[in-house]
């Protein structure tokens, strides 16, 4: 069974940049596709990147393509998430996710595992 572990988040003001990790308990290359959700209170949980991990290819939201990058570490098995750029919109609980069947899609009810969630904070 899969784990998932976020860790990084923090507050800080925008402009400012934090980096979120997905720890991943299986071989990280055995999981078809791993993803960044977020989430506000009182509002739907928001793709921030999608990644197909045997293609190594990446698809972002449209709010954090170009300031936000997914890499995947198969050494580590971890997914991190290098977020530049922050705006207050960017404030939310951040999710790893993971998804056991190809196609890569971006409805967070396909995904069948998450972690507990890490808090991302920005001030304006």
């Known amino acids: 069974q899969v784990h998932l572990v976020e860790s990084g988040g923090g507050s800080v003001e925008a402009g400012g940049s934090l980096r979120l990790s997905c720890a991943v308990s299986?071989?990280?290359?055995?999981?078809?596709?791993i993803a960044w959700f977020r989430q506000e209170p009182g509002k739907e949980r928001e793709l921030v990147a999608n990644?197909?991990?045997?293609?190594?290819?990446?698809y972002y939201g449209y709010s954090v393509k170009g300031r936000f990058t997914a890499s995947q570490d198969n050494a580590k098995n971890t997914l991190d998430l290098q977020m530049n750029d922050l705006k207050p919109e960017d404030t939310g609980v951040y999710y790893c996710?993971?998804?056991?069947?190809?196609?890569?899609?971006?409805?967070?009810?396909?995904?069948?595992?998450w972690g507990q969630g890490t808090q991302v904070t920005i001030s304006s």
């Open positions: 996710a993971a998804r056991d069947a190809y196609p890569c899609l971006l409805d967070p009810s396909k995904f069948s595992t």
């Open positions: 299986v071989p990280i290359a055995s999981i078809h596709c």
């Open positions: 990644v197909n991990v045997r293609e190594r290819g990446i």
